[in-house]
């Protein structure tokens, strides 16, 4: 079995990752850290646990020596203190998935490999040590953008909008994810100035250097609690079927992204691992339409996906997560 340690297990994130590894077949939870809530019963804040956490408890201590992987679900900032202030201690064959931004770009300053699986499957795989996982914005969006940055044919432009639902704010509550505010409401944040923006011109310079189009994008908060949903266009004159073929040979051997001809909508992968596509070519505008659960696809279930990786299991391990159907 594969023992596991996570820091910052209070959070959505780590809620949804406690979920799935104590589901997982081949992993056990050997503790999970929590400074505000230790000696508490995992499920005293998870709620949704009850009944399958076997009275596990968070704990004050981080016993390294004890785990084969640590998943980070820290604020940002946070598991780039961690690491600085306990590299003495950090077994050189331990494993770990960090779940926030803190080293998402790969800048020569940390080992870590940026870990979205559709993109880096192969690194993962061949060295992978330490996973930088991708934001929950920039998975949507890259999903849509790789099998075209890949073969030269993105625009000298590209324009993003997305809405996500509110628990991508976190758990810690705020003026903007207050209930009252949030719902039945729409709001505009960090118009083109997303920090997700950053990992994402960094695929496109990777897939094709020296085509690196201006990426415009607009995020919004939705009224609803997860999933996000993103549209990315630009002028082009493919043809969606061309396109859509590109997109089916890329993503033909990936579990996880699946290319549609109907629109999707968000009832369609909340509570899975899914990403569906959809493309459409309108008057000169190509446009593909991207739908993922931004704490499973977009955070969590992305980190069990890179953990399947790494140990060299199958990366569905864990999981085959359905949608509900209504």
Not at 11 to 34: C, F, K, M, Q
Request: aromatic share 8%.
């Amino acid at each position: 079995m594969i023992k596991a340690g996570i820091i910052g297990g209070a959070g959505y994130t780590a809620g949804e990752l406690i979920r799935l590894l104590l589901n997982h077949p081949d992993v056990e939870i050997r503790w999970i850290h929590s400074s505000s809530h230790a000696g508490h019963e995992i499920d005293s804040v998870h709620q949704g646990l009850i009944g399958e956490t076997n009275g596990l408890r968070f704990s004050s201590e981080t016993p390294l020596e004890d785990i084969d992987v640590l998943f980070f679900c820290t604020p940002h900032g946070e598991s780039r203190k961690w690491m600085e202030s306990h590299q003495a201690e950090i077994p050189v064959d331990l494993k770990i998935i960090d779940l926030s931004n803190d080293f998402r770009l790969e800048d020569g300053t940390h080992d870590f490999i940026y870990g979205l699986p559709e993109l880096n499957r192969k690194r993962i795989v061949r060295g992978g040590r330490y996973i930088a996982n991708p934001g929950c914005f920039a998975t949507a969006i890259q999903l849509a953008l790789l099998p075209l940055a890949k073969n030269g044919l993105l625009g000298n432009e590209i324009h993003v909008t997305g809405i996500t639902g509110s628990t991508g704010a976190g758990v810690k509550p705020s003026a903007t994810t207050h209930y009252s505010w949030r719902n039945d409401n729409v709001s505009v944040y960090k118009p083109f100035t997303h920090q997700h923006l950053a990992e994402i011109k960094q695929t496109v310079k990777q897939l094709h250097p020296g085509n690196e189009p201006a990426i415009n994008f607009l995020p919004f908060r939705g009224p609803f609690s997860r999933g996000i949903i993103a549209t990315v266009y630009f002028d082009s004159d493919l043809k969606a079927d061309e396109v859509k073929k590109i997109f089916e040979d890329y993503y033909d051997d990936h579990n996880f992204t699946f290319v549609t001809d109907r629109t999707p909508d968000l009832k369609d992968v909340v509570n899975t691992n899914k990403c569906i596509l959809h493309i459409e070519s309108i008057e000169g505008k190509l446009m593909i339409t991207s739908v993922i659960d931004n704490l499973l696809k977009g955070a969590s279930g992305t980190a069990v996906h890179n953990l399947n990786l790494l140990f060299g299991l199958h990366e569905c391990t864990g999981l085959k997560l359905k949608p509900s159907a209504y």
